[in-house]
């Protein structure tokens, strides 16, 4: 069966992160656990929370993993197995809870503001669901021992998820909501991973060509448009490299592929 991929323990762990935070979501330690969040990390330069936020941006996402493409095609089908969940968890999330923005309930004078000042739709935070669908379904596709390495990939999306308190985005229910979302969304996306086809693996195959004309799309949004925050155009341009030239190494993995066959 599918669902017998992981452990039972696996499966309980978004029900019990999005129980264990339900004085979060709740608003029981609102808005005094915000301000909290929001200016303890003042410290820390709003470029680095923003490029955070960044991980949770779908054409962020596409730079940062497109190496994946030509060293780990499988990691990268996990994720994109994992996105339809995230979207839909987010979007059916903003469109049946009314849940204002902490920027609207909060003096804004208590509170460090980063970027534009958003007022409504607040629940779940969709940059945290996505980061931890991402890093999740990546993180569940590795063998057991691979995971005891690579726990910074979780630790990625919790800073994404912690960036959305540090602008002054989201409640902190919001995104430990975000959380046991996208980790649903994680589990889900391995489970549609084990049905694909082996030869979407392939370098050759038209699939990942077309991940690879996603990845481009990736470059062309992060070269021509702002991406949440202005203080990301830099680290922009730098992914949009790092995207473009994974693109073309898999261009010629692919192409050698297509020869030898």
Not at 81 to 106: N, T
């Amino acid at each position: 069966m599918p669902f017998s991929l992981f452990p039972a323990r696996l499966w309980l762990l978004p029900l019990l992160v999005f129980v264990l935070s339900a004085p979060l979501w709740l608003h029981v330690w609102e808005p005094g656990m915000f301000v909290f969040l929001n200016q303890l990390c003042l410290p820390v330069a709003a470029p680095v929370w923003t490029g955070l936020s960044l991980l949770g941006n779908g054409w962020g996402v596409l730079a940062v993993t497109a190496p994946l493409l030509r060293c780990a095609p499988r990691l990268m089908w996990a994720w994109v197995c994992a996105a339809p969940f995230a979207i839909v968890f987010a979007r059916v999330g903003k469109a049946y809870l009314v849940s204002p923005r902490p920027a609207a309930e909060v003096d804004n004078a208590q509170m460090r503001i980063v970027g534009e000042v958003l007022h409504n739709v607040s629940m779940p935070s969709g940059h945290t669901t996505t980061a931890f669908a991402v890093a999740s379904a990546i993180f569940f596709a590795l063998t057991p021992r691979q995971r005891k390495r690579h726990g910074w990939i979780l630790l990625l999306a919790l800073g994404a998820g912690l960036s959305r308190i540090a602008v002054g985005a989201h409640w902190p229910g919001d995104v430990a909501v975000g959380i046991s979302l996208g980790l649903l969304a994680g589990l889900l996306g391995n489970v549609l991973l084990a049905s694909l086809p082996a030869r979407c693996l392939d370098a050759s195959h038209w699939s990942l060509r077309l991940l690879a004309l996603l990845v481009l799309c990736a470059v062309y949004f992060l070269l021509t448009e702002e991406l949440d925050f202005a203080e990301n155009l830099p680290l922009q341009r730098l992914l949009a490299g790092v995207a473009l030239l994974s693109v073309l190494a898999f261009a010629m993995r692919s192409a050698r592929a297509l020869k030898a066959s």
